[in-house]
């Protein structure tokens, strides 16, 4: 079946626009979770979904950080007049279901460049 | 300090070696203990799942949890070129979230 998947796979911007990353999970997980991969730095996780609710926004650097799933699907992470320190690849996961473990199942990732 | 330490090498093997990589934490709340291999350009994927202390063994790959130690370890063995890849540890305790803590990656090369 199909696997999560990132758009767009690359995406080059300005300094202070905006920008808007999206992640379509495996159909029938019910958690989501976004994950940023920047050099020496690692896999920082950002924000996890149940449904449509995220209990734990934890890992969002800044309020020009957000993101929302609709429909217990589809996510968008947005970021706001964009800094050249939020360069980076992110990375969405989807698993069955949360709590304990549940393997997640990642996508490609969005390579995000801030110029 | 981080919550999971891991050297990113990178470490550089020739074929048929034994590779030893291993992460130290500090939260003893975790409980679930993952490896995950990614390849250049690519989103992780799970390799071994440990839960709480022990061994576990699938192929070629160990994986071994020290909770004691707060030190987990993966072994390759008869390494091969295809294993070249980034290797990372990542864990995560009971709670409803299920958030994973990751390693920053060690980088294998494995030589013909």
């Known amino acids: 079946g199909a696997g999560v998947s990132q758009s767009p796979s690359n995406k080059v911007t300005e300094k202070g626009k905006d920008v808007e990353l999206r992640c379509d999970p495996i159909?029938?997980?019910?958690?989501l979770y976004w994950y940023r991969q920047s050099l020496g730095q690692g896999l920082e996780f950002l924000i996890y979904?149940?449904?449509?609710?995220?209990?734990?926004k934890s890992g969002l650097p800044s309020d020009r950080f957000s993101a929302e799933r609709t429909g217990g699907s589809v996510s968008t992470l947005t970021i706001q007049r964009t800094q050249q320190e939020d360069s980076a690849v992110y990375l969405c996961?989807?698993?069955?279901?949360?709590?304990?473990?549940?393997?997640?199942?990642f996508g490609p990732g969005t390579r995000l460049t801030v110029l | 300090q981080k919550e999971v330490e891991q050297d990113p090498g990178p470490l550089s093997v020739p074929e048929g070696a034994i590779v030893s990589l291993n992460c130290t934490y500090s939260n003893s709340a975790f409980q679930y203990f993952m490896w995950y291999r990614q390849y250049s350009r690519k989103g992780p994927e799970l390799l071994m799942y440990?839960?709480?202390?022990g061994n576990k063994e699938d192929g070629r790959f160990t994986a071994q949890v020290d909770k004691s130690s707060k030190y987990i370890s993966l072994f390759i063995r008869d390494s091969q070129p295809s294993d070249s890849a980034t290797y990372l540890c990542?864990?995560?305790?009971?709670?409803?979230?299920?958030?994973?803590?990751f390693g920053q990656g060690t980088t294998l090369q494995v030589k013909p």
């Open positions: 159909s029938g997980h019910t958690a």
């Open positions: 996961a989807s698993s069955f279901q949360s709590g304990g473990y549940n393997e997640q199942f």
């Open positions: 440990t839960y709480s202390s």
């Open positions: 990542a864990m995560t305790d009971s709670s409803n979230t299920g958030k994973l803590i």
């Open positions: 979904f149940q449904g449509n609710s995220a209990p734990d």
